[in-house]
């Protein structure tokens, strides 16, 4: 298994690009959840998914978009790039939402300029 | 949205001491976990707690769900030089869908 996996792993942005961080997980996991790391204030979480063609908000999805048309995608859509989202995407999965093991992929560095 | 607090921000100890580090919470929460996270990586799960009171080992790291739902702590013993990282608490709402995270405490283990 390769576990979850993203794409890219560095993308550098100009303000108001749009542009489309990749996610898939081949462990057949329910839920996923895309997530921003910046310093100093550990990991929000952006948009959750607890199946296919479910999604959710979670606490800072302004300026994000997400679709889940399979159970092994969860791509994030940043609709038009700004400065304040610069940060680190991780991308997470579980088994289902009540499991709370959940595994995350490398990370997405994205800068906006 | 909800605040996990986690203390301390930041740890300088000797290789061979014990840590201890814990997260709190205003709100319940039904699990709690506790991350590692390496410079460049993605965080790597540690340790789930699913019940109020549970104690669990995975190795030489310990970590607790405190009674009232709204704390956890995390204990790792005789500490080495690849402890070094950042340990993330985290917590699941008891609805079941969303994930709160701590800002962390940064461990450096001196030789």
């Known amino acids: 298994n390769a576990g979850v996996t993203q794409t890219p792993k560095f993308q550098v942005l100009k303000t108001g690009q749009s542009m489309t961080l990749q996610c898939a997980q081949d462990?057949?996991?329910?839920?996923m959840s895309w997530y921003r790391q910046d310093p100093g204030m550990g990991l929000r979480l952006i948009h959750y998914?607890?199946?296919?063609?479910?999604?959710d908000q979670g606490e800072v999805p302004n300026g994000y978009n997400v679709s889940r048309s399979t159970t092994e995608d969860f791509p994030l859509r940043l609709l038009s790039a700004a400065p304040s989202q610069t940060s680190v995407y991780f991308c997470?999965?579980?088994?289902?939402?009540?499991?709370?093991?959940?595994?995350f992929g490398p990370g997405t560095r994205l800068t906006v300029t | 949205g909800q605040q996990l607090n986690q203390s301390p921000q930041s740890m300088f100890i000797q290789e061979g001491e014990d840590v201890s580090m814990n997260c709190t919470s205003s709100?319940?929460?039904?699990?709690w976990l506790w991350y590692k996270q390496d410079p460049g990586e993605g965080p790597v799960l540690l340790i789930a707690?699913?019940?109020?009171?549970e104690l669990t080992s995975n190795g030489r790291l310990t970590a607790q769900f405190g009674i009232t739902r709204k704390d956890s702590f995390l204990n790792i013993s005789a500490s080495i030089p690849s402890d070094v990282g950042i340990y993330f608490c985290?917590?699941?709402?008891?609805?079941?869908?969303?994930?709160?995270f701590g800002t962390g405490t940064s461990l450096t283990v001196i030789p």
């Open positions: 998914s607890v199946g296919a063609g479910i999604t």
């Open positions: 997470a999965s579980s088994y289902s939402r009540w499991q709370g093991e959940q595994y």
């Open positions: 462990m057949n996991h329910e839920y």
């Open positions: 985290a917590g699941l709402t008891i609805t079941g869908n969303q994930f709160y």
């Open positions: 709100s319940i929460f039904n699990t």
């Open positions: 707690l699913y019940k109020a009171g």
